[in-house]
T-cell receptor, first 111, second 113 residues
Framework: KAGVTQTPRYLIKTRGQQVTLSCSPISGHRSVSWYQQTPGQGLQFLFEYFSETQRNKGNFPGRFSGRQFSNSRSEMNVSTLELGDSALYLC??????????FGNGTRLTVT | GENVEQHPSTLSVQEGDSAVIKCTYSDSASNYFPWYKQELGKRPQLIIDIRSNVGEKKDQRIAVTLNKTAKHFSLHITETQPEDSAVYFCGVGSRGGADGLTFGKGTHLIIQP
């Protein structure tokens, strides 16, 4: 089975721009979560989607949004980018009552 | 919300010795506690997890112990090997992790040859 796939692997954006990240979960997994990883704050939960519905949300501003499609693929969008948004964004999928499986992440650099 | 503290932030041990990493949490409703290992430049990978109805779980050289009363759990690695060098994160969640996980800030484990 293919793992969680995230694209692109690297992104460089300028302050004020917006960005969209993509995630394809493991086949059969309907739950997709997003996490932000930074050296200072570690892994922080952004949100979780299941069957195209956002079920849970972390403590991030409204500039961070996401969606899930009928095939369980998910996208995350960050608008009006700030320097502090530079991070590794990790997507994870899971089956019911099973652990999270992470993708390799998208490294976002905001200049 | 949930607050997770992880200690130590860096741990250096001699190859063959044991390593112990500890996490404490604040929400007594939390019932799912996974440990992830992240090697440099790679994705976090689950190494072991435990649910609140179990006090201890082992998988070869790795074990996790949970003290629900004190709200802490620990990762134990015995007979450490060079490939154990990585950053380890503890996670805490409720409803088996379905509501999202709160992670500790990580422990950089260094195995000295």
């Amino acid at each position: 089975k293919a793992g969680v796939t995230q694209t692109p692997r690297y992104l460089i954006k300028t302050r004020g721009q917006q960005v969209t990240l993509s995630c394809s979960p493991i086949s059969g997994h309907r739950s997709v979560s997003w996490y932000q990883q930074t050296p200072g704050q570690g892994l922080q939960f952004l949100f979780e989607y299941f069957s195209e519905t956002q079920r849970n949300k972390g403590n991030f501003p409204g500039r961070f949004s996401g969606r899930q499609f009928s095939n369980s693929r998910s996208e995350m969008n960050v608008s009006t980018l700030e320097l502090g948004d530079s991070a590794l964004y990790l997507c994870a999928s899971r089956a019911p009552n099973s652990p999270l499986h992470f993708g390799n992440g998208t490294r976002l650099t905001v200049t | 919300g949930e607050n997770v503290e992880q200690h130590p932030s860096t741990l250096s041990v001699q190859e063959g010795d044991s390593a112990v990493i500890k996490c404490t949490y604040s929400d007594s409703a939390s019932n799912y506690f996974p440990w992830y290992k992240q090697e440099l430049g790679k994705r976090p990978q689950l190494i072991i997890d435990i649910r609140s109805n179990v006090g201890e779980k082992k998988d070869q050289r790795i074990a996790v112990t949970l003290n629900k009363t004190a709200k802490h759990f620990s990762l134990h690695i015995t007979e450490t090997q060079p490939e154990d060098s990585a950053v380890y994160f503890c996670g805490v969640g409720s409803r088996g992790g379905a509501d999202g996980l709160t992670f500790g800030k990580g422990t950089h484990l260094i195995i000295q040859p």
